[in-house]
């Protein structure tokens, strides 16, 4: 009897553990969400001050910086978004912030 519930106990305890290495596996893959709304929106000032439409524009992803330099970015460059535009739909526009204070996005290529 005691076997049972040893074993049903080390189950549950590997359970756990899985689930919650998935959880923050999660969240460290998807990033925060407001600092990624907050560049997203930025970004989408600075294609209506460029003079962009919302007919012009094709796609808009964001990557956070576990894939692109293995969680070694510089704080500023914690998300880049990138925008496709039917004007260059074989050119991808790169969006990032300008500096720490997060007071504009810049276009990088």
Known sequence: MKKTFLWIGLILFILSIGLNATLLYDQKRLGDLAAREEILTATV??????GYD???IQSITTE????????????????????ETT?????VKVFTWA???H????LEK
């Open 45 to 50: 000032f600075e294609l209506q001050r460029l």
């Open 54 to 56: 919302e007919k012009e």
């Open 64 to 83: 956070h910086d576990d894939f692109l330099l293995k969680g070694k970015a510089p704080e500023p460059y914690d998300y880049i978004v990138y925008v």
């Open 87 to 91: 004007d260059a739909p074989d050119e």
């Open 99 to 101: 500096d720490t204070k």
């Open 103 to 106: 007071s504009k996005v810049i």
